[in-house]
């Protein structure tokens, strides 16, 4: 019962990468506001007790890494992803920012669209999530996924 957890805040430092030094019991982790490209190196972290993550206002065009399982908060929007990979969509998250990203919509983003209205009271921000690129299908830009 007493665990406690660490509140890692590396927001607004113009930071490229994931810091290599992350405490093993960071419970929320704070990157919003940076130059992050990917999230790849967080998957060298035991982030079992993640629950937290904003890596808003930054430029990932890939996750690159899975969610730990314990994740319930993950704020991902203004950045650069066009894909939302089904294997993103853990039971387990509450609450998603997606808006304001770059998303593609064709055959390929039915799942996400589906994962939209499955989920819509979990996604803060599920009306302002609109297709950005659209394959040969210009009637959908800007509309909402």
Not at 13 to 37: A, M
Not at 75 to 89: E, H, P, V
Not at 107 to 131: A, H, P, R
């Amino acid at each position: 019962g007493n665990e406690f957890f660490v509140r890692v805040d590396c927001s607004g430092r113009n930071i490229t990468q994931v810091p290599d030094n992350l405490p093993e019991k960071v419970g929320e982790l704070h990157l919003q506001n940076n130059l992050l490209s990917n999230l790849i190196k967080l998957e060298r972290h035991s982030l079992a007790h993640l629950k937290y993550l904003d890596v808003e206002r930054n430029f990932i065009t890939d996750i690159g890494f899975y969610f730990p399982k314990n994740l319930e908060i993950v704020k991902l929007a203004r950045n650069n992803l066009t894909r939302f990979k089904s294997y993103y969509a853990l039971p387990t998250i509450l609450s998603w920012t997606l808006s304001d990203n770059p998303w593609i919509c064709d055959c390929l983003t039915v799942d996400f669209w589906k994962f939209l209205n499955s989920e819509s009271k979990k996604i803060l921000d599920v009306n302002s999530v609109i297709c950005s690129q659209t394959e040969g299908k210009p009637k959908l830009y800007g509309k909402i996924i």
